[in-house]
């Protein structure tokens, strides 16, 4: 039988991470939901834990890509479900995503977002991300942030590595120049968004750093 595992990576996310732990685990067809703790400083671990994840604690602050990998390398099941912890009563669509990859209608699915309308930035990431993936693959991406996505295990031999939040552009890179099926599946996910804050600038401008030190130098066949 085909199992799942959600992989959480969380970072300081008491507020929603008991939600998102209960809404994954009302998905019959995920078997073990698993929270990784990258280093953090409130009880986002211990609220996991009670809501019945697995809880996986990094003692400092690796960051996204590296909290994913090593979820990946300490679980075993057949379908890898990646949420965000932030995602609180919604993760339940992501039931969405698993569906397809497991019937191998395809290899890959990306969850796509509604319009974050002004609780957005102003696309720059986004498109640059866009933009990378079409220059290096002909292929257009149009979520290519979204951190929401199910694949098999065995199509992580695919991935040649990333830098913090370079970790989506990064796997949709790889899978794309493998010949791999990716599909993008609208889901009404909701989240706490940064927005226009000084904050919320600032997260863009380091997601936009790692997703290019990801990419520039990267072995690419289009």
Not at 52 to 67: E, M, Y
Not at 83 to 88: K, M, P, Q, S
């Amino acid at each position: 039988m085909i199992s799942t595992v959600a992989i959480v990576p969380a970072f300081n996310e008491q507020h929603t991470i008991q939600h998102t732990v209960r809404a994954l685990y009302s998905i019959p067809k995920i078997n073990q939901v698993v929270v990784i703790d990258d280093g953090s400083t409130d009880q986002t671990g211990l609220r996991a834990f009670q809501a019945g994840a697995r809880v996986l604690r990094l003692h400092t602050n690796r960051g996204k890509t590296a909290a994913l990998c090593y979820g990946i390398q300490h679980t075993e099941q057949d379908i890898l479900l990646f949420v965000d912890a932030d995602l609180g009563k919604t993760a339940i669509h992501t039931i969405h995503l698993v569906t397809p990859v497991m019937r191998g209608h395809v290899d890959m699915t990306i969850a796509a977002w509604p319009t974050a309308g002004r609780e957005g930035g102003f696309g720059m990431v986004k498109n640059v991300s866009h933009w990378l993936i079409k220059q290096y693959t002909g292929h257009h991406i149009y979520n290519p942030l979204s951190g929401q996505r199910a694949l098999r295990r065995d199509m992580w031999r695919h991935w040649q590595g990333g830098v913090g939040f370079g970790f989506e552009v990064a796997l949709t890179l790889d899978m794309l120049q493998a010949g791999k099926r990716i599909a993008e599946i609208p889901l009404p996910l909701a989240h706490r968004p940064l927005g226009r804050s000084l904050n919320g600038f600032i997260h863009r401008g380091r997601q936009l750093m790692h997703i290019t030190r990801t990419v520039v130098g990267r072995r690419h066949t289009k």
